[in-house]
């Protein structure tokens, strides 16, 4: 369309938020029943049909079940020609199923760098931190930097080896707080697999983000504007150190919030992705469910295009007034 219709312009920029696909290898089902890639192809069909042209598709964690180099070799060729495809930046997030040297190794081997033709990442070799994807055997945290065109990205590894809890080291709270001291132009989205939030399920609560204080005194005040996670398998969205978060539920199979909160248990279904529109004052969040399901009502383009034409005006009169 040729003009927004409403009093807000469209939005600077759009990433897709995606999260814990939980693959196996060899394409195994997860819990015997769980058809991970295809549940996560049909998430990336869904995508292609919206025509949209996002900056980035952000997976924050548990990319692998088990940490296996075949599910990482599995997902990267399902997903690097979808964002090859649709012009945007790749960002691979660590979460508590994976295992960093696999990772590195699965998603920044030599095979390619997972980096869309024309967008950048800050990679300089002096700063462990931001160059941890090229640290392959290493054992180091895989936090990273992208700059999506004047909106930087900074995605923080709160993996803890050998546990499935989360946390953030001295070090890399040390070099976050160095980064963000400089603003980037259209501000900071900060993604990381464990999301800074209580959880209605109390088992959740033993796996949570451990000294959110310590992360807190990082980001209050900076020029981050969106926390994304991931983690509880289900949608939720909360605030904190004044920053909007956004928790994009798992493309494998999702929290079942309708059982009793201490007996929770996860579903074949329900799975979704996030839509994040960035706007020069603003960040939106918005859940799309998975799935063909068929149209209760529609309207057509020829309609859409007499819309577009109208002034401000007689599109209330056409479209707001009660009949």
Known sequence: MSAPFGQYPPARQTIVHLSDPHFLGGNAPLYGVVDTEQHLAQTLEQIRAMQIRPSALVFTGDLADLGEPDAYSRLRALVEPVAADLGAQLIWLMGNHDERAEFRAGLFGA????????????TDASDARVSA???QGTDAPVDVVYDLDGLRFIGLDSSVPGWHHGAL???QLEWLADVLSEPAEHGTIVGLHHPPVPSPLSFFDILELQEQHRLESVLRGSDVRAILGGHLHYSTHSVFAGIPVSVAAATCYTMNLTRPLD????????????????YDDRVTFSTVPVGDYPASNTFPADFVERMSRLTPAERLEAFSRKR
């Not at 095979?111 to 990442?121: R, Y």
């Not at 007996?263 to 960035?278: M, N």
């Open 111 to 122: 095979a390619g760098s997972s980096q869309a033709p024309g967008s950048t990442a800050q």
């Open 133 to 135: 994807p090229a640290q």
């Open 169 to 171: 080291g001295d070090d």
């Open 263 to 278: 007996h929770p248990g996860g579903v074949d279904g329900g799975q979704s992705f996030s839509l994040v529109h960035v």
